[in-house]
């Protein structure tokens, strides 16, 4: 196997650069995966409170859509199904950056031509960067098992749910695998992961919500859709439950199926190109590429629409079940009563309208990470250096990327927010509960982003070299916090660094002013901080 | 009194590196002013600072007469850039990012701009992703060389571009002089400086070691003169100034004469039958390599210039 010459060197290599990276997340998911177990335990100590829990979480559609089909009476099975979402979508994004980073980005940044120069295998860097992450992933699930262990759930139980998180890794990988020769750039090729995410997402949310509860009345029996998504497949090996160990065949196939199609596609391409041969382009500028927005709106939009696109989509299709959901819980009269509390203000409707947005909420901040983010990319790539030595002022050039980071975060919300609206009007009539609803919910997350985008732009002005990882940090926090920072019993004040735990319950609740203005002094203040930053320090590649 | 430039005890510090240690560098009006140094001697971060993109720790800078950090924008009206390491936007085509920095300039003009696109033989419709570094280096040489400005720098332009392209450059930078801009050509590519230069500077560890026409910093070395006499010449070396780099035979030698102790061996050899006689000034890669011959052995200033020069020798294959 020649095309395998030096993959070992390779893989030593790749250990070097991600010996910090790799760990860290490692270290951060299975500790998730702990704390979630060790707060269940302490809150869930008596059989007929978990009884309770587990009925309620079966029979209730808005808990089977956003956590996913419940497992039983089991501590270690109800922790894993309160925990896996967040566990799966970390584990997802480690195994598809770590990939893109050994393949694609080697390749544009042309380290890949200087390796391929030496004597190395034309699939030695694809197959190092698969044996790094598919290594990761076996190490992060044995952690995981460990974590449970460690929490005095059984091991056989505790191999499951670490199979699960694992194997859902192993998937990824063959994903950005895939990617990594589709797509001509590491930003693209990541997004292509993201979006991967997003359907598994949406899949197993719709598989389990139009499943049906089993006659035990503590487990959910997902519809076919769930079957189709990896997310699903973790879900549905039920550890401490079932532990139905042969879903490994489901990961392992499906892993083995993309990375056998990553090596043929990587065959008929040539390093540094993507599938898509690049076309020629226009020999002059349009009017305008040089002037206010043009340049930072050409680089961007790209971005936005993508965004744009899949949060719109993702919301309609949450907005599209919302009467399906309705009509679960009217059948149910305890049910219809507990949520009824949770929504003071509003319906069970609203409720499930809050609660969307409250997602949907946290992924557009992902836009406006990655936006804001592009501007320290600019600068370490050397791009920055040849505009700012043109007569282009430093605040004018951060307020447009900023600009286009806010503004096209509010757009993506509003859009998202009206789409489901109109789709649930259109399905029940009722188009001021959903259009009203959806879009208000979805402004006052809007709040909560920018304020997210304001750190991002302080660190950006303050300490540009940690920019990138604060910023991807403080999403991470944020998402974890939302998710789980209830059930983990977090101390309010660190509940309290999330800008979305701040942001108003609508329609499910009142709505409340003082918190929306605080999100936007504090975006708006944080804002004005990196931007004089920003004009006083070095810039470009050495800073 | 018209500088374009003017540093005095520029420094700029890195952490514990300190890049530039007390730069003085002028540049007058009108002129092509050789920046010359080896790899990592502070001529990049020198022109950072005079861009405005790093502030400098201590020492004074003027640009066109006003402050290089403060005046930023109004400056870089008034000026061009071309950077040696050309990095673009992988999905703007080179015509694009050409009109791209031109427009943020805010002065471009569209047919010179055109003609040197022809000139430099660049596909302006590919993408910028597409590009070899050599043409990622014409995209940036044009949209700089492009501009209608007052000054050039020029932060090491040709590298990774053909000869053909070079003379071209050199051809485009001599128009440029005749029509009054200024330029800082930074470069340790020394046939280009000696070829375009009116003044060179020469930077060594973030000090400014040398200044001056090329000719007056010829005056402060040696010529090499090339010898055959009909009676022996072995006495020469006893002369002041005089060093004999090799003999063939007791009336022929190589020798390095210290540039005002010319006359006096001229006066020598005279009587004794002179058959040839070849005296070449010293090149621009000689008075470079004196400077950081320097660093081999501080000590024996000569020896170290034969040494740098057998080295340069031997590594022609």
Known sequence: MTTLTRTARLLRLALRRDRILLPTWIVAISGIAWATVESYTAMMSDAAQRLATATYAAGNPIARLMDGPAAGTDLGAMSMVESYQVLAILTALMSGQAVVRHTRQDEETGRAELIGSAVVGRHARLSAALLITLGANVVLGLAVAAALVASDLGTTGALAAGLSVAGLGWVFAGVAAVASQVFGTARAANAAVGAALGVAFLLRAVGDLLGHV???????????????????????LRPFQEDNWWIAGLFGGLTLVLASVAYVLADHRDVGAGM???????????????????????????????????????????????????????????????????????????????????????????????????????????????????????????????????GGTAVILALSGLAGGVVYGAMTGRWAVGVGGLVAAALANAAAALALGGFVVATFGLIPRWAGALAWSALAGSLVVGQLGALLELPQAVLNLSPFTHVPAIPADAFELTPVLVLLGVAGGLTAVGMLAFRHRDAGVVA | MDDVIRTRGLVKTFGRTRALDGVDLT???????????????????????????????????????????????????????????????????????????????GRSDRRRRDELVERFQLDPTKKCGTYSKGNRQKVAMVAGLAADVELFLLDEPTSGLDPLMETIFQDVVRHMRDAGATVLLSSHILAEAEALCDRISIIREGRVVESGTLAELRHLTRTSVQVTAQHPITDLAALPGVTVVSTQDARSAQLEVDTDRLGAVIERLGPRGVLSLTCSPPTLEELFLRHYGQELTAAHEHDALVAAHSRAGSEEP
């Open chain 1, 214 to 236: 089993a006659d035990s009345g503590v487990q959910v029996i997902s519809a076919w859709p769930s079957w189709l998504s990896p997310i699903g497949w973790g879900q549905q």
């Open chain 1, 276 to 406: 898509v041969t690049p076309r020629p382009g226009p020999a002059h500028a349009a009017p305008g590429l040089g002037t206010d927005l043009g340049l930072a709106w050409r680089l961007q939009r790209g971005t936005l629409l993508t965004w744009l696109g899949g949060l719109v989509a993702l919301t309609a299709v949450f907005a599209s079940v919302a009467d399906s959901a309705e009509d679960l819980v009217a059948e149910n009269d305890q049910l219809a009563e507990i949520l009824g509390r949770l929504a003071p203000q509003g319906t069970v409707v609203d409720l499930y309208f809050t609660l969307t947005m409250a997602i949907i909420g946290i992924a557009a901040a992902g836009y406006t990470v990655q936006v804001l983010l592009r501007m320290r990319a600019e600068e370490t790539t050397g791009r920055l250096e040849p505009v700012l030595a043109t007569a282009v002022d430093r605040y004018a050039w951060m307020t447009r990327h900023v600009t286009i980071a806010f």
């Open chain 2, 27 to 105: 540049v007058a009006r009108g002129e092509v002013h050789g920046f010359l140094g080896p790899n990592g001697a502070g001529k990049s971060t020198t022109i950072r600072v005079l861009l405005g993109l790093l502030r400098k720790d201590a020492g004074e800078a003027t640009l066109l007469g006003g402050d290089p950090w403060h005046d930023a924008v109004a400056l870089h009206r008034r000026l061009a850039y071309v950077p040696g390491d050309v990095h673009l936007w992988p999905t703007l085509t080179g015509g694009e990012a050409i009109d791209l920095l031109g427009e943020l300039r």
